[in-house]
Every structure is written in structure tokens, then in C-alpha cells.
């Protein structure tokens, strides 16, 4: 393992375990050099691992500080399944499948014409440490996926799509607007109030061009938050 991950690894370990607790302050660049006997740059490269997956952030003169962990992390710019981004942050999850019925790909998603477009929509929740906080609504296409069938718990969509069907998932478009949390949010999510929704709109592509689902993916807003990583030029 590359000494970087190395100090990574225990750097989150000890965040998790309460060594440093909300807005404690990281051991300095310095520090870090000192305690793994490394280069500063592989110091700071494993920090800045830590920043992007949003659990530290760096504050010009002042250092490294630890972000509020009620919030769960979810990058928006990668295009995986919940539970790839789950096992890859280390978060305990499950899902709880609720629905597969015959649809059609609602209105809001502006595809095509007027013509009702078949799909099959798939309901469920996902929890994290036993808390539902995500309600995703995928509608696949009947003309690229006629039936939806092996779907259960522990299988993602995306392992369907790929694994079974030998299909390749490209890329996807992604909207993000904030809304009022409607009776349904209420109700499977046991909200007490209309608190906001971060509501995610995503069109999953395959390689060959063709749409192959939609998503919406309604998060509580009090439990997420996401980090990307931008450079300028």
C-alpha cells in the first residue's frame, strides 16, 4: 500500500473514532512529515484525499479542520451506483427495495415529445446507520431494458445493467435543485416537517449513445453535502 494511503487510512480512522472531533484541527503538514518519516508532498496528498472525500477542509493560514460528520459526502461529478460510492466511503448502508412497477418517465425530466415513454420505475431507500435519508426513483427504458428482473437488495442497477446484461454505462447528466419535501419524502423518511430536499435529476447514458434510465434521487438536506475538487487551469 502506498504510504500515502497508509497515513490516510489512520488519519480517517482516527476522525471516525472521535480523536478529532468536529472542527478539531489535523496534525500540520510538518507533524505528518515528522510521525510517517515522509515528503511533505505525500503528506499532503493524503490530506488532500481527506478534503475531497469531505470529511477535512484546508482554511489558508490556519490548517486542516474536521468537517461535521452528521453530512454524508456524495460526489456528484462520478457516476456510480449507491453502492459503490457506499463501499468506497466506507459507509454503513443498506437498502430497502420497495417497488417495481410498470411506468412511464415522468414529465420532469423533459424527454421527448408528448408521447408517453415506457419505463419500468424502481422505488427505493437507503439508509445510513440505520436512518433513511435518500429516496431514489430510477425509471429504466422498456426499449433498451423491456423487463427488470434479479433486482433485490444486495444488486444495483447498475450491476444489472453491466454484469447481467452486458451493457456499458458512459456517463450521465445531472440536475441539482433544492425543494420542499413532499408527503411521500414524509412518510418514508418519517420527517416531522417539510424540511428541504436536495433533489439530484440524472439521464444515465450508455456507450453507444442511447439513454438508458432516469433518476431522481431525493436527499435530506440536513444529511448531505457534496465536495468536488476543481482546478482552474
Known amino acids: 500500500m502506498n504510504k500515502y494511503q497508509i497515513i490516510h487510512d489512520e488519519l480517517l480512522k482516527e476522525i471516525n473514532d472521535g480523536k478529532y472531533p468536529n472542527n ?6 510538518f507533524a505528518l512529515m515528522n510521525r510517517y518519516h515522509v515528503a511533505r508532498e505525500t503528506s499532503r496528498k493524503a490530506v488532500a484525499m481527506l478534503v475531497d472525500e469531505g470529511y477535512v477542509m484546508r482554511i489558508k493560514g490556519r490548517g486542516t479542520f474536521v468537517i461535521n460528520q ?10 456510480e451506483s449507491y453502492r459503490e ?20 418517465v415522468p414529465s420532469v425530466f423533459e424527454y421527448g415529445d408528448d408521447t408517453p415513454v415506457p419505463a419500468t420505475a424502481v422505488v ?31 444488486v444495483s442497477l447498475f450491476e444489472l445493467f453491466e454484469q447481467q446484461l452486458g451493457l456499458v454505462i458512459s456517463y450521465a447528466k445531472k440536475t441539482i435543485t433544492v425543494e420542499p419535501a413532499n408527503a411521500t419524502d414524509r412518510q418514508l423518511m418519517g420527517l416531522a416537517e417539510s424540511i428541504p430536499i436536495v ?10 449513445g442511447r439513454i438508458i434510465s432516469f433518476t431522481e434521487s431525493r436527499h435530506r438536506a440536513d444529511r448531505f453535502k457534496s465536495v468536488e475538487f476543481s482546478r482552474r487551469h
Open 124 to 154: 427505493r431507500i437507503r439508509y445510513l446507520d440505520n436512518e433513511p435519508v435518500i429516496i431514489d426513483h430510477d425509471y429504466v427504458l422498456k426499449d433498451v431494458v423491456p423487463e427488470i428482473k434479479k433486482l433485490s437488495q444486495s
Open 199 to 208: 433533489v439530484i435529476r440524472s439521464e444515465t447514458f450508455l456507450n453507444d
Open 85 to 104: 460510492l457506499a463501499a468506497r466511503l466506507k459507509l454503513d448502508e443498506r437498502t430497502q427495495l420497495l417497488t417495481i412497477t410498470d411506468s412511464e
Open 24 to 29: 478539531a484541527m489535523l496534525p500540520s503538514d
Open 70 to 79: 452528521n453530512r454524508y459526502s456524495f460526489p456528484i461529478s462520478h457516476v
